[in-house]
Nanobody, 125 residues
Framework: QVQLVESGGGLVQTGGSLRLSCAVS????????MGWFRQAPGKEREFVAA????????TYSNAVRGRFMISKDNAKNMVYLQMYSLKPEDTAIYYC??????????????????WGQGTQVTVSS
């Protein structure tokens, strides 16, 4: 089993920044794809960002490209999501995700193998 625990969410004003962290434990070697999804009230869970655990090209949704940056520290088994220039529409629960394959913008939530519990990000206007 793989365990994912998010932290770093909170309340921030429009234009502010936050860094989310995801602590990964378990059999990480079986999880080549790591990423972040988010879900706002009344909306479907949507892809935000992803990176191969082994390293490679990072991908982002059109909504966050240029503002969010995904990174990782393999030695510490950590995945991060640095968020800049936050907007009210970024308000959502953010979930760390792991997949036994690569994660892309086309990866549906149903294809994710492991989820974290989520961390709330609220952007006030």
């Amino acid at each position: 089993q793989v365990q994912l625990v998010e932290s770093g969410g909170g309340l921030v004003q429009t234009g502010g920044s936050l860094r989310l962290s995801c602590a990964v434990s378990g059999r990480t070697i079986s999880q080549p794809g790591m990423g972040w999804f988010r879900q706002a009230p009344g909306k479907e869970r949507e892809f935000v960002a992803a990176t191969p655990w082994s390293g490679g090209i990072q991908t982002y949704s059109n909504a966050v490209r240029g503002r969010f940056m995904i990174s990782k520290d393999n030695a510490k088994n950590m995945v991060y999501l640095q968020m800049y220039s936050l907007k009210p529409e970024d308000t959502a629960i953010y979930y760390c995700a792991a997949r036994k394959a690569y994660i892309t913008s086309a990866t549906a939530p149903s294809m994710i193998d492991y989820w974290g519990q989520g961390t709330q990000v609220t952007v006030s206007s």
